[in-house]
């Protein structure tokens, strides 16, 4: 953020974009495919992974970086990888 000369704040876009991102609900959770491209938020960032299966109630995502499989119950956690 920056204060401009005529006092009004200035956001950086990449710190809207992710406000927005977490005003979205965190139920009901997206369909996702199986093999889909995802990206993760775990406590240190965003892991990319793969859908394994997806319910209503949470997806499972394996994340060969980490090997191990995770169940995403929040809609806000997880995103499609848009860099391929």
């Known amino acids: ?22 005003q979205q609900d965190p139920l009901p959770m997206r369909v996702m495919r199986k093999q889909t ?12 992974g793969t859908v394994v299966e997806w319910r209503a109630n949470g997806t ?15 809609n806000r956690n997880i995103k499609e990888d848009s860099s391929k």
Request: charged content about 30%; overall charge positive; aromatic content about 12%.
């Open 1 to 22: 953020m920056r204060i401009l000369k005529d006092g009004t704040a200035k956001y950086k876009a990449s710190a809207l974009k992710a406000a927005e991102w977490y």
């Open 60 to 74: 499972t995502v394996y994340l060969p970086r980490k090997k191990q499989t995770v169940t995403v119950r929040d």
């Open 37 to 48: 491209s995802v990206k993760v938020f775990m406590g240190a960032g965003w892991e990319k």
